[in-house]
């Protein structure tokens, strides 16, 4: 089938634009920009089942005259849009999906495989090894943390601003012999919020705690997030995870914290917090985010009181708790249920599919 370079560049500006997030949509993309003529449709339609849907790893197969026959069966694309007359040879003798004789008995067909990468996103943080992290650093680098505006103290150029400029409109003024004519007026700048992060790394947490300090190495350059980690101390590794090399900057974080899968203390963790870092600024007007399940040996009544005093410097506090994933699940525990009051969100974040919704609330206005 001819494709010429012009082709192929519309083929990637139109998986720019449309972004195909189903193999549909990568069908029409293709046959959109790359097909020319109707006889080329049949041709188009048994190359992308070939390489798209599983039916046949045509690298296994090229240039080898003793390798099987290729499956040329055709697949659903999704033809009730755009409504496209199918070729004569495709009308006859091909089911739609799901009916009988939709494909024989002994040869399955496969519409679509998830790739690795979209099985290991949906899996459960407690399900993967370390390797298996490993792979989803990409996923995670891709998650954009934006996190809402504020006003800011320095002001920016606006031609409706309310305020003048005084010192611009002066220096303007030279260039009109001394007359003021051009006037330049501003408006409040704004600046994003600081995002603060308090990663629970008690034993009950220890299959999310790597997770979650990977993806906010990965997510740090972009959100320039103030990180912190507890168990029955407060340590801050902002400074550890700012680090480029992924590998050095977890084994710095891991070293930097002597409470490793220990016992849980959240209330007082929360209050070393406050009466270290928040009180002098590093929390007001921020966006908080508590990554733990709950489980605290301390006095809930103590947790209680600092959740308190931290929902009254900080813009918003979203609780991400792994165990709300399961629709069972119920804030029992003390250290949950003294905190959840003062949580303006409580999520799951238990995937990496789940880190969106994580994503999502931190970037709430």
Same mark, same amino acid.
């Given at each position: ?10 083929? @990637? ?211 320039? @997030?103030?990180?912190?980690?507890? @168990? ?81 410097? @900080? ?51």
């Amino acid at each position: 089938m001819p494709v010429t370079p012009e082709r192929a560049g519309r083929f @990637a500006a139109a998986i720019t634009i449309v972004g195909p997030a189903t193999v549909v949509d990568l069908y029409w993309c293709g046959r959109a920009t790359l097909v020319s003529r109707h006889a080329d449709i049949e041709v188009y339609d048994r190359v992308f089942d070939q390489v798209f849907r599983g039916l046949v790893d045509v690298a296994d197969h090229r240039g080898d005259p003793s390798s099987p026959p290729v499956d040329r069966r055709p697949a659903d694309h999704g033809r009730t849009a755009p409504p496209t007359p199918a070729p004569a040879s495709r009308q006859s003798g091909v089911a739609a999906p799901g009916a009988p004789g939709d494909a024989p008995a002994d040869r399955p067909a496969v519409l679509a495989l998830a790739s690795r990468e979209e099985v290991l996103a949906a899996t459960d943080f407690a399900a993967l090894d370390d390797a298996e992290l490993l792979e989803l650093r990409d996923l995670m680098r891709r998650l954009r943390v934006a996190p809402p505006l504020r006003a800011g103290r320095r002001a920016a150029p606006d031609r409706r601003g309310r305020h003048l400029d005084l010192r611009a409109t002066l220096r303007r003024a030279h260039r009109t012999a001394g007359d003021p004519l051009e006037r330049v007026h501003t408006r409040p700048g704004l600046r994003r919020r600081r995002v603060v992060v308090l990663c629970d790394i008690s034993g009950s947490m220890r299959s999310y705690a790597r997770a979650y300090l990977q993806f906010l190495h990965a997510a740090r350059g972009a959100s320039g @997030a103030e990180v912190f980690a507890f @168990a029955t101390s407060l340590t801050r590794l902002t400074r550890a995870l700012a680090i480029v090399d992924p590998d050095a900057a977890l084994a710095r974080a891991a070293a930097a914290a002597p409470d490793w899968h220990g016992g849980t203390r959240i209330g007082d963790a929360v209050k070393a917090f406050v009466d270290g870092h928040g009180r002098r600024g590093l929390a007001r007007g921020a966006v908080v985010v508590v990554v733990s399940d709950g489980w605290d040996v301390g006095d809930p009544g103590v947790l209680g009181e600092q959740m308190a005093r931290l929902a009254r410097l @900080a813009h918003r506090i979203v609780w991400v708790n792994p165990r709300t994933a399961d629709t069972r699940y119920q804030p029992l525990a003390g250290g949950m249920a003294a905190a959840l009051p003062h949580c303006d969100a409580v999520v799951s974040g238990h995937s990496a599919d789940a880190l969106r919704e994580v994503v999502a609330e931190i970037a709430r206005g």
